[in-house]
């Protein structure tokens, strides 16, 4: 299985960002997929969530109305776009994925699946 995330750079506060999360080696339709994130010094933290058929979708507080996770089952990839970025959006992000998991899962421990991040920066 491999995960494969892309997307990410150096952006000023208040642009946006697309970041994208390509799957193989998984039936990915059957995959719940979510982002993480991980800013230096701190605990990987949740972003977002989608369900394996792309139904459901679940967000944390501080990036709710900003950001915007989606999946193209066809093309094994799992997208999150970031809008209106603020300086505290910076960190490693991470895409992960979990079998058929609830949406309300946004554990780091639930997911048995890991890319290896991209880093998203932003300036003031």
């Known amino acids: 299985v491999q995960l494969q995330a892309s997307g990410g750079g150096l952006v000023q506060a208040g642009d946006s960002l697309r970041l994208s999360c390509a799957a193989s080696?998984?039936?990915?339709?059957?995959?719940?997929m979510a982002w993480f994130r991980q800013a230096p010094g701190k605990e990987r933290d949740f972003v977002a969530v989608?369900?394996?058929?792309?139904?459901?979708?679940s967000y944390a507080d501080s990036v709710k109305g900003r950001f915007t996770i989606s999946r193209d089952n066809a093309k094994n990839t799992v997208y999150l776009q970031m809008n209106s970025l603020k300086p505290e959006d910076t960190a490693v992000y991470y895409c992960?994925?979990?079998?058929?998991?609830?949406?309300?899962?946004?554990?780091?421990?639930?997911?048995?699946?890991w890319g290896q991040g991209t880093l998203v920066t932003v300036s003031s």
């Open positions: 992960a994925a979990g079998t058929r998991l609830s949406t309300a899962r946004v554990g780091v421990q639930d997911y048995h699946f």
């Open positions: 080696g998984l039936a990915f339709g059957v995959y719940t």
């Open positions: 989608i369900s394996w058929s792309g139904g459901g979708t």
